[in-house]
Nanobody
Framework: QVRLVESGGGLVQPGGSLRLSCAASGSGATIYVMGWYRRAPGKEREFVANAATGGSTNYGDSVKGRFSISMDNAKNTVYLQMNSLKPEDTADYFC?????????WGQGTLVTVSQ
């Protein structure tokens, strides 16, 4: 069983920045990939970004050039640096990972971009 704990959400003005963190615990196996999805009110879940050991990263089209993901393998922690935030980035952000073929999800952290 893997437990994911997210932190760093909150209220920010348009154009501002936030940094989300997600720490994984409870796995005896190596974690190779961690990432983020988000769900805005009334919308489908949307892929945000993921990172893998070795440094490869992937981003959703709507966040490319504004968000940056990084992974600390020693701490089993993934970070999402969000810059130039827009009101349409408002959503619950969910961390995920996949271990031995099983997907695990965090409980989510709310990001609100508003004046």
């Amino acid at each position: 069983q893997v437990r994911l704990v997210e932190s760093g959400g909150g209220l920010v003005q348009p154009g501002g920045s936030l940094r989300l963190s997600c720490a994984a615990s409870g796995s005896g196996a190596t974690i190779y990939v961690m990432g983020w999805y988000r769900r805005a009110p009334g919308k489908e879940r949307e892929f945000v970004a993921n990172a893998a050991t070795g440094g490869s990263t992937n981003y959703g089209d709507s966040v490319k050039g504004r968000f940056s993901i990084s992974m600390d393998n020693a701490k089993n922690t993934v970070y999402l640096q969000m810059n130039s935030l827009k009101p349409e980035d408002t959503a619950d952000y969910f961390c995920y990972t996949r271990v031995r073929g099983v997907s695990y999800w965090g409980q989510g952290t709310l990001v609100t971009v508003s004046q």
